[in-house]
T-cell receptor, first 118, second 113 residues
Framework: AQTVTQSQPEMSVQEAETVTLSCTYD???????LFWYKQPPSRQMILVIR??????QNATENRFSVNFQKAAKSFSLKISDSQLGDAAMYFC???????????????FGKGTHLIIQP | NAGVTQTPKFQVLKTGQSMTLQCAQD?????MYWYRQDPGMGLRLIYY???????DKGEVPNGYNVSRLNKREFSLRLESAAPSQTSVYFC????????????FGQGTRLTVV
């Protein structure tokens, strides 16, 4: 079974600084997707960025970028120029191919609570 | 553009009561999912429906039943609620199973007393 590990329960960063959230995962698949979701106090799950494993280029979305190391099974999220609105829980998630032999759906890490200091 | 809509947003139940959480999506997605989120646990898959007419168990199915009513709607039923089912419940949908992103509803906070 796939597992996703986020080793930082909480991170704190000064506004305008850069912060990196860590995520490692375990899978025997070669083709899969990885995601970072943001969950603000409103509870809504918001997709921040996604990475397709067959793509070597790291995904980037404005101030958000990832460092995808497939061999190391590592998928970190970098937030540049942190803003107060970035304060939230961040979840790393894995999704693999569905062959019908196991459950479909996302496997989530336990989350990292990001605090932005003004 | 509604996306994935869940009702209700909040609910308090007494132990032993039953209720159904409703979920509807308007994106013409084939696959739908129910997750629960507990403090410090991330989201865990309860049940999913790969396509209309099919349902399958996820990681934590005990105490729940589901119905894929049609392509748009996927409901989650608690037949006899227990305090251990106090959680936040999320419905999600995907265009298909496997390698693709999921879109989430706004969640239902359920408290069983």
């Amino acid at each position: 079974a796939q597992t996703v590990t986020q080793s930082q329960p909480e991170m704190s960063v000064q506004e305008a600084e850069t912060v990196t959230l860590s995520c490692t995962y375990d899978t025997s698949e070669s083709d899969y997707y990885l995601f970072w979701y943001k969950q603000p106090p409103s509870r809504q799950m918001i997709l921040v960025i996604r990475q397709e494993a067959y793509k070597q280029q790291n995904a980037t979305e404005n101030r958000f970028s990832v460092n995808f190391q497939k061999a190391a099974k590592s998928f970190s999220l970098k937030i540049s120029d942190s803003q107060l609105g970035d304060a939230a829980m961040y979840f790393c998630a894995y999704r693999g191919p569905y062959s019908g032999g196991g459950a479909d759906g996302l496997t989530f890490g336990k989350g990292t609570h990001l605090i932005i200091q003004p | 553009n509604a996306g994935v809509t869940q009702t209700p947003k909040f609910q308090v139940l007494k132990t032993g009561q039953s209720m159904t959480l409703q979920c509807a999506q308007d994106m013409n997605h084939n696959s739908m999912y129910w997750y629960r989120q507990d403090p410090g646990m991330g989201l865990r898959l309860i049940y999913y429906s790969a396509s209309e007419g099919t349902t399958d168990k996820g990681e934590v199915p005990n105490g729940y039943n589901v119905s894929r009513l049609n392509k748009r709607e996927f409901s989650l039923r608690l037949e006899s609620a227990a305090p251990s089912q106090t959680s936040v419940y999320f419905c999600a949908s995907s265009v298909r199973t496997g390698n693709t992103e999921a879109f989430f509803g706004q969640g239902t906070r359920l408290t069983v007393v």
